[in-house]
């Protein structure tokens, strides 16, 4: 997977300052809720959450399951799970049984901190909370849902709290407002691919028509027939982007396909689950178990 390093670019310093600074925010909270996505939950983990966090309880939110395939979310949930040490929940914000799952494993976390804190003497507060994660998971919906439930629930004004940026959830816990962006650091460029079929990656670091074409061929590969009756094509024609754009009738001067609008409107489809529900990686592809 060599080719693509020159298609999705990093900025090493500006990652090293954006690690520093959330490592500082960090040291503030008790409980982590790290979220990473149901379609690529190996590539939008970040492999070095237990340092960044100082080995601090975490929650981790396997989020999107509405656009991932549901075949795949347990046994990656678990999967997880085993790797990272952490409780792990499978999400759908749009859903709000998964932002009550959400409050009662943050509580469930929270309650060991909260008594080491006791036994230590400190001044008794509710456990402190912060959701981490990389480009585009869904770390402000978490936070909005958890906020507008909050209000919902005691009617109190949103966001009083003792400091600006802390946001009461219940009695035991408080939110930090703002949520940590994992810079996707990624030495593994095949892993930086599929942030970005996932819009983790901003589409100024990469070749849109390279991104899409490697996000077909990886979708020939686990669910080729859901593509050949999606875009319409016989079992034995090839599929690409041209093959894809001629079959749309997406025609460019001289009857040329428009490779170009092909792949943003591949990856769009793919994006907001309208293609299917795709789930990108399989736990044997990295030989975890
Ligand atoms: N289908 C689906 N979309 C979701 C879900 N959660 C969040 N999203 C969408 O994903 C997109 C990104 O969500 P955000 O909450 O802005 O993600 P973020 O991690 O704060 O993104 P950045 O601030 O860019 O790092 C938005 O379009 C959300 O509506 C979910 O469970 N399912
Ligand atoms: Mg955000």
Redesign the pocket.
């Known amino acids: 997977m060599r080719e693509i390093m020159s298609f999705i670019h990093w900025y090493p310093g500006h990652i090293a300052k954006a690690q520093r600074q959330l490592k500082e925010k960090l040291s503030l909270v008790d409980v982590i809720i790290e ?1 990473i996505d149901a379609r690529i939950p190996y590539s939008s983990s970040y492999k070095s959450t237990a340092q960044l966090c100082q080995n601090k309880p975490r929650l981790i939110l396997m ?5 991932s395939d549901e075949n795949y979310n347990k046994i990656w949930a678990r999967t997880i799970s085993s790797l990272s040490g952490c409780e792990v929940a499978t ?5 709000i049984n ?1 932002i009550n799952t959400i409050i009662t494993k943050v509580v469930n976390l929270s309650e060991p901190v909260m008594k080491k804190r006791e036994e230590k003497g400190l001044l008794k507060r509710p456990t402190r909370v912060m959701v981490i ?12 849902r958890l906020v507008k439930r909050a209000k919902a629930k005691t009617g109190a004004k949103a966001g009083v709290t003792r400091e600006q940026q802390w946001v009461r959830i219940n009695d035991k816990i408080e939110l930090l407002d703002t ?1 940590g ?1 994992i810079p996707t650091v990624q030495d593994d460029q095949y892993q930086a691919l599929k942030l970005a079929c996932v ?1 983790s990656i901003g589409d100024n670091a990469y070749d849109c028509e390279y991104v899409a074409a490697k996000l077909i061929e990886i979708l020939k590969k686990y669910y080729s027939e859901t593509l050949i009756s999606y875009y319409g094509f016989s079992k034995d024609e090839e599929i690409n982007l041209s093959t894809i754009a001629l079959k749309k009738n997406w025609i460019i001067k001289d009857n040329m396909p428009d490779v170009k609008r092909a792949s943003q409107i591949i990856l769009s489809t793919f994006r ?2 309208k293609m299917g529900k795709f789930t990108l990686e399989r736990i044997d592809e990295y030989e975890l178990i």
Not at 91 to 95: A, E, F, G, M, V
């Open positions: 979220v989020n999107k399951t509405d656009v999400t759908n914000l749009n859903d998964s994660g990389m480009p585009n998971v869904g770390k402000s919906s978490v936070i909005n949520p962006i819009s907001d689950g």
